[in-house]
Antibody
């Protein structure tokens, strides 16, 4: 069965970087885009970006340009998201999700990784 | 401030039909597909509607999507208590600033 399993919760200091992993299984990793979406506590959803596991090509929301890097390791079917220059506004649950419908129709999601930024 | 505008709340009684609106612009809803998600507390979002009208696999036909101009709507008929959740619309945006934009979400209460 399709699974996306994310790394665990992280606590970071302002200015630090965080790397969240998303290990996939149960399907052909290179066949589906991976999106990253975040949700601050009590807030709505926000798209961070996407990666093509096949080509490695990425698209990032302009808000995160220069601060985020998405990569993948096809040998382990794992996607990664690194976010740098963390501030308290980056405190959120970060989800990875496999796209299956149209340009943004994720059908399977990771369990989410809580990133807390606090001094 | 979200790019797409949704009402913050909606409510209905069991069996009723409710609609949730999503207003955008020509760079997103007006020209691109709309997606609808349901999020239960403490869980990841679940896709309901893709490409404005199509139900995702396993989604009951009580859920339907529509689009007209720069607005889209999600309709839920035969409302059930388990439909109480947050609902989000999203769309691809052709402007230079964004690829995927979300609405702020609508909290649906089944009274």
């Amino acid at each position: 069965q399709v699974q996306l399993v994310q790394s665990g919760a992280e606590v970071k200091k302002p200015g630090a970087s965080v790397n969240v992993s998303c290990k996939t299984s149960g399907y052909t990793f290179t066949g589906y885009y991976i999106h990253w979406v975040r949700q601050a506590p009590g807030q709505g959803l926000e798209w961070v970006g996407r990666i093509s596991p096949n080509s490695g090509g990425t698209n990032y929301a302009q808000k995160f340009q220069g601060r985020v890097t998405m990569t993948r390791d096809t040998s382990s079917s794992t996607a990664y998201m690194e976010l740098r220059g963390l501030t308290s506004d980056d405190t959120a649950v970060y989800y990875c999700a496999r796209n299956n419908y149209g340009v943004f129709g994720p059908d399977y999601w990771g369990q989410g990784a809580l990133v807390t930024v606090s001094s | 401030q979200s790019v797409l505008t949704q009402p913050p709340s909606a409510s209905g009684t069991p069996g009723q039909r409710v609609t949730i609106s999503c207003s955008g612009s020509n760079s997103n809803v007006g020209t691109n597909s709309v997606f609808w998600f349901q999020q239960l507390p403490g869980t990841a979002p679940k896709i309901l509607i893709y490409n404005s009208f199509h139900r995702a696999s396993g989604v009951p036909d009580r859920f339907s999507g529509s689009r007209s101009g720069t607005s889209a709507s999600l309709a839920i008929s035969g409302l059930q208590s388990e439909d109480e959740a947050d609902y989000y619309c999203a769309a691809w945006d052709e402007s230079l600033n964004a690829f995927v934009v979300f609405g702020g979400g609508t909290k649906l209460t089944v009274v």
